[in-house]
């Protein structure tokens, strides 16, 4: 751009010239956070995510609970079952069910992770449909807006 310092003969006329820039700075401003912005959609890969809704379990009497304790013992609601064959037995049965019951599985914090696919597989392999496990929610993360 060119800048007269003397008289023009031009000194009382309108500019019609447009002051580009405030546009410019605009635009290289915009182009940044573009740059920033784009990288990081492009790295997240292309699921969609599931709405998770908080609903406390209903227990019905027809719910049948199977806890897991730090050692593997299996237990059939309140009764331990020490004999797999009785479990897979009583498995069978409940699967031939109208309609099948829920199975809720409660496993101890402590417990190793095989003793509760154990349980799993049983399930799987007697033919039930619906199995869910039973957590108890953070309470330290729960946090109180006022």
Avoid: C
């Avoid at 060119?2 to 447009?18: F, H, N, Q, R, T």
């Amino acid at each position: 751009m060119a800048m007269s310092v003397g008289k023009d003969e031009d000194e009382g006329a309108a500019i019609s010239e447009i002051n580009t820039t405030p546009l410019v700075d605009i635009m290289l401003v915009l182009l940044i956070i573009f740059l920033i912005t784009v990288p990081v959609i492009k790295k997240m890969a292309p699921v969609e995510i599931p709405k998770a809704v908080n609903i406390p379990t209903q227990t019905k009497p027809e719910n049948i609970t199977i806890s897991v304790d730090p050692t593997g013992t299996v237990y059939w609601n309140a009764t331990p079952m020490t004999d797999r064959s009785v479990f897979f037995s009583r498995i069978v049965a409940e699967a031939r069910k109208v309609p099948q019951p829920e199975f809720h599985i409660r496993g101890d914090k402590g417990v190793r992770w095989e003793y509760v696919g154990r349980v799993i597989f049983n399930l799987q392999r007697g033919g039930i449909v619906k199995v869910g496990f039973i957590t108890e929610p953070d309470r330290g993360s729960i946090r109180v807006t006022r």
